[in-house]
């Protein structure tokens, strides 16, 4: 199978990379290092991303930035950059990469234990979390020739052990699972 992931270069993607790499082919993806780069928060970026990379039967993304913090000194800037960077990003790899993956492909999102279970002071990234986990839910229902996509919804990934975080991301990409939200570590 050929799997790019994007954020390779990142906590969760250097991990990825390593254990994927076993058994299948991987590109990696990232804004300053990889085979490929790519901003997230561009679709033209990910337009490009695409085009580079032909016959991919799975993207994984483990990219994208949201903002933690208390709600009171929230300002619109930190709001923007992670709806721009994490959860527009990510839609659009799935609108724009619908049309290049490889039928009966797979998506594999990234969102977090903050959308479902949000602690004081982050706001910030709950509702772009959250936001993740709803588009995966409604967009698998409309995904053409057989492309599944599916969210995985870490805790810190300092809390998870690497078979549990790498087994989670396997999961969507290996498993018939379309819409799902899989959720370690809490």
Same mark, same amino acid.
Do not use: W
């Given at each position: 199978? &050929?799997?790019?992931?994007? %954020? @390779?270069?990142?906590?969760?993607?250097?991990?990825? =990379?390593?254990?994927?790499?076993?058994?299948?082919?991987?590109?990696?993806?990232?804004? &300053?290092? %990889?085979? =490929?780069? =790519?901003?997230?928060?561009?679709? @033209?970026?990910?337009?490009? +991303?695409?085009?580079?990379?032909?016959?991919?039967?799975?993207?994984?993304?483990?990219?994208?930035? /949201? !903002?933690?913090?208390?709600?009171?000194?929230? #300002?619109?800037?930190?709001?923007?950059?992670?709806? #721009?960077?994490?959860?527009?990003?990510?839609?659009?790899?799935?609108?724009?990469?619908?049309?290049?993956?490889?039928?009966?492909?797979?998506?594999?999102? #990234?969102?977090? &234990?903050?959308?479902? $279970?949000? *602690? $004081?002071?982050?706001?910030?990234? *709950?509702?772009?979390? %959250?936001?993740?986990?709803?588009?995966? $839910?409604?967009? *698998? +229902?409309?995904?053409?020739?057989?492309?599944?996509?599916?969210? =995985? /919804?870490?805790?810190?990934? #300092?809390?998870?052990?690497?078979?549990?975080?790498? *087994?989670?991301?396997?999961?969507?990409?290996?498993?018939?699972?379309?819409?799902?939200?899989? &959720?370690? %570590? !809490?």
């Amino acid at each position: 199978m &050929k799997i790019l992931i994007i %954020g @390779a270069g990142g906590t969760i993607g250097k991990l990825l =990379v390593a254990h994927l790499s076993e058994k299948h082919e991987v590109i990696s993806a990232g804004r &300053k290092s %990889g085979d =490929v780069r =790519v901003d997230i928060s561009s679709a @033209a970026s990910i337009e490009n +991303m695409f085009r580079q990379s032909e016959n991919i039967d799975a993207c994984i993304c483990v990219a994208g930035e /949201s !903002y933690a913090g208390e709600l009171l000194s929230l #300002t619109q800037a930190q709001l923007n950059a992670g709806i #721009t960077n994490k959860l527009l990003g990510q839609i659009n790899l799935v609108r724009i990469g619908q049309h290049y993956l490889n039928d009966e492909g797979s998506f594999t999102l #990234t969102s977090g &234990k903050m959308g479902d $279970k949000p *602690a $004081k002071h982050t706001a910030g990234k *709950a509702f772009v979390n %959250g936001g993740i986990n709803s588009f995966v $839910k409604a967009a *698998a +229902m409309e995904m053409e020739r057989d492309i599944r996509v599916n969210a =995985v /919804s870490p805790a810190k990934v #300092t809390d998870i052990a690497v078979t549990e975080l790498v *087994a989670a991301y396997l999961k969507s990409v290996e498993d018939p699972l379309n819409g799902e939200i899989i &959720k370690i %570590g !809490y």
